[in-house]
């Protein structure tokens, strides 16, 4: 699943719900990535935070009036010389 662009905060937001998982799985075992940059000089994803690896959906906060969970991760950064793992 892919969410939408982050904004000029760098905040996202993607609905996930239960149906959307194969059986036996659980949003924290979901995890995040860099994507794409919008900046085309500084476009190397860095590894900062698992940006590159994968970070997992584990902090998150409970957002009673709307009955949901908000999840977290990053941040995450770009920069302008490639870096290899």
């Not at 719900?17 to 924290?28: A, C, I, K």
Request: net charge positive; with cysteine; charged share 20%.
């Amino acid at each position: 699943m892919m969410s939408s662009k982050t904004d000029a905060k760098g905040y996202f937001f993607a609905t996930l719900f239960p149906s959307q998982l194969r059986e036996g799985r659980m949003v924290t075992k979901c995890k995040i990535f860099l994507h794409k940059s919008p900046i085309a000089g500084c476009n190397f994803p860095t590894d900062v935070n698992k940006g590159v690896k994968g970070q997992s959906l584990s902090k998150y906060r409970i957002l009673e009036d709307k009955s949901f969970k908000l999840y977290w991760a990053g941040p995450f950064f770009f920069t302008s010389e490639p870096t290899y793992y």
